[in-house]
T-cell receptor, first 114, second 114 residues
Framework: AQSVTQLDSHVSVSEGTPVLLRCNYS??????LFWYVQHPNKGLQLLLK??????LVKGINGFEAEFKKSETSFHLTKPSAHMSDAAEYFC????????????FGTGTQLKVEL | DVKVTQSSRYLVKRTGEKVFLECVQD?????MFWYRQDPGLGLRLIYF???????EKGDIPEGYSVSREKKERFSLILESASTNQTSMYLC?????????????FGAGTRLSVL
C-alpha cells in the first residue's frame, strides 16, 4: 500500500522569498517520488522525480527536493519565488511492486504576492 | 515533445446522456490513464490501459468504462452521465514501467452534467 500527504493545502509567499511545500509519503516498497505542477487551465507538468539515485533532486525552474527516508519526506523547495510559480503542486508516490499506479497527494496551492 | 491531446476542453451534457471523452498520444506509449480531478481530492485514477484492448480498474471506476482499440487512443465513456460526474478529467500516457516513468498529461476536459 502507498499513500502521500501534502501537509499544506495553501501556501502564500512574497516574491523573492523561499518556497517550501511539504510532502510525506508511505510505501511498503522502495518508492519513486515525483512533483508535478499544474498552472491554471493546464495539464500537469513534471517538475522533478526521485527514483533511488541521488537523494537531492534538481528539477526545472529552480525547484529541488530532498528524499529523506528516515523522515519519509520529499519536500519541494525553491530559494526565491517568482510570480510565475503561482500554481498547484502535487506530490506523487509510486512503487515497483506496489501496483501499477501512481498515488497523488491532494495538492498545495502556491500563491506568490508582490 | 510528447503530446497528449484531449478532444474537448469544455463539455456540457445532460443527465442520462452517453458521453465520450477522447484522448490521443503521439509518443507510442504503452500506458494510458484517465483521472478525475476534484478540488481538495487531488487526482484519482479511474481506469488505465497497458496495451491495446487491455484495461484495469483504478480507484473509482464505477459509472465509467473505457476503450482502447488503437495504441495511441484511449476513450473514457460515461454510459449514463450523472451530476456527480461533473469534474475535470485528465488523460495521461507513459512508458511501460509506471513506477519509474514520467506521465505526460493532456490539458484536461472540464465536464458539466446538468
Amino acid at each position: 500500500a502507498q499513500s502521500v500527504t501534502q501537509l499544506d493545502s495553501h501556501v502564500s509567499v512574497s516574491e523573492g522569498t523561499p518556497v517550501l511545500l511539504r510532502c510525506n509519503y508511505s510505501s511498503s516498497y522502495s518508492p519513486s517520488l515525483f512533483w508535478y505542477v499544474q498552472h491554471p487551465n493546464k495539464g500537469l507538468q513534471l517538475l522533478l522525480k526521485y527514483t533511488s539515485a541521488a537523494t537531492l533532486v534538481k528539477g526545472i525552474n529552480g525547484f529541488e527536493a530532498e528524499f529523506k527516508k528516515s523522515e519519509t519526506s520529499f519536500h519541494l523547495t525553491k530559494p526565491s519565488a517568482h510570480m510565475s510559480d503561482a500554481a498547484e503542486y502535487f506530490c506523487v508516490v509510486s512503487a515497483t511492486g506496489g501496483g501499477n499506479k501512481l498515488t497523488f497527494g491532494t495538492g498545495t496551492q502556491l500563491k506568490v504576492e508582490l | 515533445d510528447v503530446k497528449v491531446t484531449q478532444s474537448s476542453r469544455y463539455l456540457v451534457k445532460r443527465t442520462g446522456e452517453k458521453v465520450f471523452l477522447e484522448c490521443v498520444q503521439d509518443m507510442d506509449h504503452e500506458n494510458m490513464f484517465w483521472y478525475r480531478q476534484d478540488p481538495g481530492l487531488g487526482l484519482r485514477l479511474i481506469y488505465f490501459s497497458y496495451d491495446v484492448k487491455m484495461k484495469e480498474k483504478g480507484d473509482i471506476p464505477e459509472g465509467y468504462s473505457v476503450s482502447r482499440e488503437k495504441k495511441e487512443r484511449f476513450s473514457l465513456i460515461l454510459e449514463s452521465a450523472s451530476t456527480n460526474q461533473t469534474s475535470m478529467y485528465l488523460c495521461a500516457s507513459s512508458l511501460r514501467q509506471v513506477a519509474k516513468n514520467i506521465q505526460y498529461f493532456g490539458a484536461g476536459t472540464r465536464l458539466s452534467v446538468l
